[in-house]
Nanobody, 114 residues
């Protein structure tokens, strides 16, 4: 299983970004994908999950602002992030957990600052 994230960058508070996670090496229809983030000096934090059947889940810290979605044709999972706050700053990682073990991508940096 391989995951490649992209789409990070610098954005002002209140702005938006869309992250992408391209999945390969595993049947995408069976993939359970999570997005997670890690701020400097802090533990890694879960921010979204997408199950193969279409169900999604978010923690309260991002619910209503972040949306996870799947593009089956391109084996890609997106994380649309709106109304970004400085505390959303961190390295964002996608991970796949449906294969029996968890595989992580390399991460993409998101910085929310004026």
């Amino acid at each position: 299983v391989q995951l490649v994230e992209s789409g990070g960058g610098l954005v002002q508070p209140g702005g938006s970004l869309r992250l992408s996670c391209v999945v390969s090496g595993f049947p995408f229809s069976e993939a359970i994908i999570t997005w997670n983030r890690q701020a400097p000096g802090k533990a890694r934090e879960w921010v979204a999950t997408s199950w193969p059947g279409g169900a999604t889940m978010y923690p309260s810290s991002v619910k209503g602002r972040f949306t996870i979605s799947r593009d089956n044709a391109n084996t890609t999972v997106y994380l649309q992030m709106n109304s970004l706050k400085p505390e959303d700053t961190g390295v964002y990682y996608c991970a796949e957990a449906g294969s029996g073990s968890t595989t992580w991508g390399q991460g993409t940096q998101v910085t929310v600052s004026s």
